[in-house]
């Protein structure tokens, strides 16, 4: 299905829709670099863990990187044992590592002081490393750089480098990159692994080089193909990568409705009746995520505007071919990663109804309703269990 045809069949609004054909092109995408590498392909769900998404990947992937103890879970509902769960997170908590050893097949500890504390507790049942902050800045925006001046992430590599015993360190884990369309950074780094840590990593099973390409969309995989072939075979290890965006992102969209247009100081308003409370990242990282009804040259400019208190819920100013009207429909594109995940309802007002977009038309996969927004706020017996019907009004 193309946009204009899910605009045209779309029964609700705001939706979040899932271009199916969209994310089995990513999955084949990755499949294919599989087997021209060897590369092991795990799926970080922290991108969107839609159990439907999970799922669908299921069958492309050798398992699921996941970030907590409750997206573990969720990935080992969908994949049974002894399906792959990697999992890496500065946030290990004692209470947890129990049940994480129980779900998860390799964990990549985030410091030194955390491997020398959990490792021993899980007795060789899970594949133990450690995650490497290989030093090597490549990001402008600190935000997004885990190797940023007194980083959280990872273990130094010098003093990886200078540690006398390697006991228990069956595996490493890298993650240096964010939305990147060329593998400049991963040979960089695997360079100053190798620079740094030379021979030692013979010792490992398996390296994981993280997520933070959208590997589908880089046209010459060769070094990447050339990296995982030597990784391979001069060390022994098996390599893994953990995509998220490159599995979703592209695959999915954001659509609404306008519900009002008016001037404002000289300027087209139109609010929507979503927010950026549906993808939190256009507001913090003041992000204007791409527009189908946009056209550069269109005479008629239009601030998209959100539909909460909030002053500053804006998507931004596009320009239209044609001047938006009441009850018109616009598609924010390619927001299938780290929108819905951080969603919220922030003013009451509900998440997107979310489908999948397909062969076979628009299927509803999901709805949210009063029930879940009041469950969530309501404490104890200050409300009844069941909501009052509303005589009045049929939901
Ligand atoms: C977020 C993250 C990923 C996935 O990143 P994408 O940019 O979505 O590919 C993989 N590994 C780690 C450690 C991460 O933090």
């Not at 060897?38 to 299921?58: D, F, H, N, T, W």
């Not at 991963?186 to 490992?204: A, M, V």
């Amino acid at each position: 299905m193309n946009l204009r045809a899910i605009k045209a069949a779309l029964p609700s609004s705001p939706a979040f829709v899932i271009d199916r054909d969209a994310l089995l092109a990513n999955l084949l995408a990755l499949a294919e670099l599989k087997k021209h590498s060897g590369v092991r392909v795990l799926y970080s769900i922290k991108s969107l863990p839609l159990s439907r998404v999970l799922q669908e990947a299921k069958p492309y992937v050798d398992g699921f990187s996941v970030s907590s103890l409750f997206e573990a879970r969720l990935a080992r509902e969908v994949l049974p044992k002894p399906g792959g769960i990697h999992l890496t997170t500065p946030g290990l908590r004692p209470d947890e590592i129990e049940a994480l050893g129980a779900h998860c097949t390799h964990i990549g500890f985030n410091s030194l002081s955390q491997f020398r504390r959990f490792a021993p507790v899980l007795d060789g049942k899970v594949s133990t490393g450690l995650r490497v902050n290989p030093k090597l800045s490549r990001l402008n925006d600190v935000r997004f750089d885990p190797c940023r001046r007194h980083s959280k992430l990872g273990v130094p590599i010098e003093d990886l480098a200078s540690l006398e015993s390697w006991q228990g360190i069956a595996g490493l884990h890298l993650h240096n990159s964010f939305s990147a369309t060329g593998y400049t950074t991963l040979t960089e780094t695997l360079q100053k692994i190798e620079d740094c840590l030379g021979d030692r990593l013979e010792q490992l099973e398996w390296i994981n080089l993280g997520g933070g390409y959208l590997y589908g969309g880089i046209a010459d995989q060769r070094p990447f193909i050339d990296a995982v072939r030597r990784l391979r075979s001069r060390y022994g290890v098996s390599a893994y990568i953990e995509p998220g965006k490159a599995v979703v992102g592209n695959a999915g969209h954001l659509i609404a409705t306008v519900l009002d247009v008016f001037e404002s100081d000289g300027k087209t308003v139109a609010v929507l009746d979503t927010s950026v409370n549906h993808h939190p990242e256009v507001f913090e990282y003041q992000r204007r995520p791409d527009l189908a009804e946009a056209a550069p040259n269109g005479g008629y400019p239009a601030i998209l505007a959100g539909c909460t208190c909030l002053a500053g819920d804006l998507f931004g100013e596009y320009r239209f071919a044609a001047p938006l009207a009441i009850g018109d429909k616009v598609v924010f594109k390619h927001v299938g990663a780290y929108s819905l995940i951080k969603a919220n309802r922030f003013n009451g007002c509900n998440l997107p109804d979310i489908y999948i977009a397909g062969n076979d038309g628009l299927e509803c996969v999901k709805q949210f309703s009063y029930e879940e927004f009041r469950n969530q706020w309501r404490c104890g017996r200050d409300l009844p269990e069941d909501a009052k019907k509303d005589a009045a009004v049929t939901v």
